[in-house]
C-alpha cells in the first residue's frame, strides 16, 4: 500500500499587487511529494519557482489554492520543517559552533544534548577544527555548509531550499552537491528544492517540476531514472543523465523562446 504524500499542494495561485497593478506570480500549481522523496523545481527567472517553497512553508499565504503537509493545512510555518536560503544566513558575530547551535537554541536544546548534536553536526559537514571560526574567514561553500547543518541538526522531517548553491563556482557547487546526497542518504528527509540549474535538478533530484513562464504554471513533471548513490561527477556521463537533460531541455527551451518573442 502506497503511503500518503506528505506535501499536497492544489489548486495554488498568488498574485502579488504593486501600486496600483495586481501582479500573478503562479497559476493553478498542483502536486504532491512523497515522503522521503526529493523533487526539484526549475523554470525561467520569475516564473515563481521561490514563492511556490514560500508558500508551502508558511512565509506566504496563497492567493487561491491550498497546501496541506501530513494531511494538516498550512497555516504559518510548520514545525517539521527546515528552510535553507538562497544565500548563506550565518551571523557574522557568532563562530562555527554558536551558529549552528542557534535553531536549537530556539528549540530549548540545552547543556550536553546541545553539545553532542552541535559536535555531530560539524563532524558530518567535514567542519572539524573551525568551531570557533567566524564567518568572515571562512570561504562562501563552508559557510553555505554551515547554514545547511545548522538547519538540519534540528531534525526536521521536511527541507525547504531554495536555490542554496547558486552563488557557487562549479567546483564548490559539486562538493556541496555530494555533501548533500551523502546527508540526505543518511536521514531521507522529504525535499523540495528550488533551482535554475538543470543539471543541478537532474543530480539531486526524484522527479523534477519544470514551470512555464510567469504566471508560472506546471508544464513536465519528468521522473528522474538515476540510480542511487549517485556519484556526481560520473553521473554526467551516463546516458539517462543526457537523455533527462535533453528532453527536460526541450520543454524549457521552449519557454525560454516565448520569453524573448515580442
Known amino acids: 500500500m502506497r503511503a500518503p504524500p506528505r506535501i499536497v499542494v492544489r489548486d495554488l ?18 502536486f504532491e511529494v512523497g515522503d522521503k522523496e526529493f523533487v526539484a523545481i526549475v523554470g525561467p527567472s ?14 506566504v499565504a496563497p492567493s487561491v489554492g491550498s497546501i496541506a503537509i501530513d494531511g494538516r493545512p498550512v ?16 551571523f557574522p558575530w557568532r ?28 563532524s558530518m559537514a567535514g567542519l572539524d577544527g573551525f568551531e570557533d571560526a567566524f564567518p568572515a574567514t ?8 554551515v547554514s545547511l547543518v545548522r ?9 525547504l531550499m531554495d536555490e542554496p548553491f547558486g552563488a557557487l563556482d562549479l567546483h564548490t557547487k559539486l562538493e556541496l552537491h555530494a555533501e548533500l546526497l551523502r546527508l540526505w542518504g543518511e536521514k531521507r528527509q522529504t525535499v523540495v528544492f528550488i533551482t535554475h540549474d538543470l543539471s543541478e535538478a537532474i543530480t539531486l533530484a526524484d522527479r523534477i517540476i519544470v514551470m512555464t513562464r510567469r504566471p508560472g504554471r506546471i508544464k513536465m513533471i519528468y521522473d ?21 537533460y535533453g528532453e527536460i531541455w526541450h520543454v524549457l527551451g521552449e519557454e525560454f523562446a516565448r520569453e524573448k518573442a515580442p
Open 151 to 159: 538547519t538540519l541538526v534540528v531534525e526536521p522531517e521536511i527541507l
Open 224 to 244: 528522474v531514472k538515476l540510480t542511487r548513490p549517485r556519484d556526481v561527477i560520473r553521473l554526467r556521463e551516463a546516458d539517462e543523465y543526457l537523455r533527462a
Open 75 to 90: 497555516e504559518g510555518v510548520p514545525p517539521n520543517v527546515g528552510y535553507v536560503f538562497q544565500r548563506d544566513t550565518v
Open 13 to 30: 495561485a498568488k498574485t502579488f499587487r504593486e501600486a496600483a497593478r495586481e501582479v500573478p506570480a503562479v497559476d493553478d500549481v498542483s
Open 46 to 59: 520569475g516564473c515563481g519557482k521561490s514563492t511556490i517553497l514560500n508558500m508551502i512553508g508558511g512565509l
Open 138 to 145: 571562512l570561504s562562501g561553500g563552508m559557510r553555505q555548509r
Open 95 to 122: 563562530t562555527v559552533r554558536r551558529n549552528i547551535a542557534l535553531g536549537l537554541e530556539y528549540r530549548g536544546v540545552r547543556g550536553p544534548e546541545q553539545q553532542r548534536r552541535v559536535a555531530a553536526a560539524i
